[in-house]
């Protein structure tokens, strides 16, 4: 009997949280719905932009099979395909931030800016049309770019990557020219320059006037690499600080929290993405928790900070 209740309750555990949280956005904020590893749902004025694009667990066994989209839980985590996205921000080209892109094109308006490096856009265009993917040139680094309708600007940072273990930092690879083919295994989504995102939400389409300004970093860099140049006074709302890795490079996130003087600060990226995290998530196992949350490395900001958890809204 226990077995047959233990064997039913997993059976029914997909379907609690089945349905994508909805968040209560205060006064035209924009409502911030994290999803896990470095992927967001952000809603605002009608707009819809994701960042890094992954939702489907893959044990260490599968990262030797053919990368398989789990649909299933995409719709879970993305509701139905509505083609309402207007913009998606890629972090870098590894497989933990992209590798579901080929699998939601469906929830892609006609019009929607795929936001990445030059390498990834050169992994992109090999399963999807140049007229949607936006390769961040050297000249753009550091400019506003506005985006979802003049409803969002933005400014892209070169940054760097934490090396995984060891020093050894998996998949570096550049791309230089499209691929002849889409990315099949997990070591095929190499991860080329890796991008942080200064992102305003505006109070009209295309003016100054900002409501908003989050940072969004979904990969560790050593101090001061990626940190974005404030030259207006506008306050940065909210950080979200990639936590995987954090030890293997110096001055994070401390440096950061210090430089952006944010007035909150989240943490990402720091779920076992080997199993089950939107709706269960467990840490990975190389992340000291413990020396991420406290006043030293948070330079005293401990009161203001947390672990983003999927399917909650910032
Ligand atoms: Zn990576």
């Given at each position: 009997?226990?077995?047959?209740?233990?064997?039913?309750?997993?059976?029914?555990?997909?379907l609690?949280?089945?349905?994508?949280?909805?968040?209560?956005?205060?006064?035209d904020?924009?409502?911030?719905?994290?999803?896990?590893?470095?992927?967001?749902?952000?809603?605002?004025q009608?707009?819809?932009?994701?960042?890094?694009?992954?939702?489907?667990?893959?044990?260490?066994?599968?990262?030797?099979?053919?990368?398989?989209?789990?649909?299933?839980q995409?719709?879970?985590?993305?509701?139905?395909?509505?083609?309402?996205?207007?913009?998606?921000?890629?972090?870098?080209?590894?497989?933990?931030?992209?590798?579901?892109?080929?699998?939601?094109?469906?929830?892609?308006?006609?019009?929607?800016?795929?936001?990445?490096?030059?390498?990834?856009e050169?992994?992109?265009?090999?399963?999807?049309?140049?007229?949607?993917?936006?390769?961040?040139?050297?000249?753009?680094?550091?400019?506003?770019?506005?985006?979802?309708?003049?409803?969002?600007?933005?400014?892209?940072?070169?940054?760097?990557?934490?090396?995984?273990?060891?020093?050894?930092?998996?998949?570096?690879?550049?791309?230089?020219k499209?691929?002849?083919?889409p990315?099949?295994?997990?070591?095929?989504?190499?991860?080329?320059?890796?991008?942080?995102?200064?992102?305003?939400f505006?109070?009209?389409?295309?003016?100054?006037?900002?409501?908003?300004?989050?940072?969004?970093?979904?990969?560790?860099s050593?101090?001061?690499?990626?940190?974005?140049?404030?030259?207006?006074?506008?306050?940065?709302?909210?950080?979200?600080?990639?936590?995987?890795?954090f030890?293997?490079?110096?001055?994070?996130?401390?440096?950061?929290?210090?430089?952006?003087?944010?007035k909150?600060?989240?943490?990402?990226?720091?779920?076992?993405?080997?199993?089950?995290?939107?709706?269960?998530?467990?840490?990975?196992?190389?992340?000291?928790?413990?020396?991420?949350?406290?006043?030293?490395?948070?330079?005293?900001?401990?009161?203001?900070?947390?672990?983003?958890?999927?399917?909650?809204?910032?």
């Amino acid at each position: 009997m226990r077995v047959l209740i233990l064997a039913l309750t997993l059976l029914h555990l997909p379907l609690l949280n089945a349905e994508p949280v909805k968040c209560d956005t205060i006064h035209d904020h924009p409502s911030i719905r994290y999803l896990g590893v470095g992927a967001f749902d952000i809603r605002y004025q009608n707009q819809r932009v994701l960042t890094d694009p992954f939702y489907s667990p893959h044990s260490y066994w599968d990262v030797l099979f053919p990368y398989t989209p789990d649909i299933p839980q995409i719709t879970k985590v993305l509701g139905p395909p509505k083609a309402n996205v207007d913009a998606i921000f890629i972090g870098h080209g590894h497989y933990d931030h992209a590798a579901d892109l080929p699998a939601i094109q469906s929830y892609l308006n006609k019009d929607a800016s795929i936001f990445s490096s030059q390498s990834s856009e050169f992994i992109f265009n090999s399963f999807m049309s140049s007229d949607n993917l936006h390769g961040i040139s050297e000249s753009e680094f550091g400019k506003w770019i506005h985006t979802a309708n003049g409803w969002i600007r933005f400014k892209a940072y070169a940054s760097e990557h934490a090396p995984q273990a060891l020093g050894i930092n998996l998949f570096p690879k550049k791309h230089t020219k499209k691929l002849n083919r889409p990315p099949k295994y997990m070591w095929d989504w190499s991860q080329g320059t890796n991008i942080n995102w200064l992102i305003d939400f505006l109070a009209a389409p295309n003016s100054n006037k900002v409501i908003e300004r989050i940072f969004i970093q979904t990969s560790a860099s050593e101090f001061p690499i990626g940190l974005p140049e404030i030259d207006d006074n506008i306050i940065v709302d909210k950080v979200f600080l990639a936590a995987a890795s954090f030890e293997n490079v110096d001055n994070y996130p401390t440096g950061i929290i210090k430089a952006l003087e944010p007035k909150s600060i989240f943490f990402i990226h720091w779920e076992n993405f080997f199993t089950q995290w939107y709706t269960n998530p467990s840490p990975l196992a190389l992340i000291d928790l413990d020396t991420l949350l406290n006043e030293k490395t948070l330079h005293n900001r401990l009161k203001d900070s947390k672990l983003a958890h999927p399917n909650h809204c910032y």
